[in-house]
């Protein structure tokens, strides 16, 4: 029987906003890139990449392990991420990139910044706030409150810290890329200790020229 040979899309190398650098293959769409993936990044704010370092960010159809959505690693002085974009819509595409930036700078804060949103989670824990920001953390803060025993975990408060803030930086990168919409409810955190997480990382990471958190003032 003759094997046939089925041509493989070329790869294109793009550069994105702060020097980083984007691999797709030629069947993604371009939309992704050009209406998603630049904009999503454009909005990072300069202080936010420096700490984070050079990234390398590729987009494939699927990943090895079907259950991943993304994975990145740490090589020499860069990090290479990879999204996979099948059967997903643009936006979240983005979004999965932009939390992957989260759980980067997470393992890059300085003592003070960890510091500071450690304090800001101990905050919301006093003031009795079961929801939160997203799907993910929402399950993991459920997991260490459901009794005393997962409550005194120190693993489990790690891994629900960590999906906290990657999942905030996201959502504070999103802010500044384009206008959301607070959606409320008894799984979502409350709008107030929203406001006081996107202003943390607001004094952290202040917005690059010609992006602002709110885009309308804020009464009393």
Known sequence: MRKTEFPVSPRRNIRLAHDWR?????????????????????AVPSEMARQIGMCRFSLVAELPDPDLTSQWTFKAREVEVRVASADRDDHD??????????????????????????????????AGIEG???EEAFAKKRMLLRDGFSARSRSRLQRYARTSFS???????????HDVHVISGSQHLPPQQLQHRLEL????????????LFSQPRSR
């Open 167 to 177: 999942e905030t930086a996201a959502e504070y990168i999103h802010c500044l890329w």
């Open 22 to 42: 984007l691999s797709a293959s030629g069947d993604v769409r371009k939309a992704l890139i050009g209406d998603f993936i630049r904009p999503a990044v454009r």
């Open 132 to 134: 939160e920001i997203d």
């Open 201 to 212: 990382f607001q004094r952290c990471f202040p917005p690059d020229r010609g992006y602002t």
């Open 93 to 126: 595409t983005a979004m999965e990139l932009l939390v992957c930036l989260g759980q980067i700078l997470w393992e890059r804060l300085t003592p003070d910044q960890l510091k500071g949103y450690w304090h800001l989670l101990d905050a919301e824990f006093h």
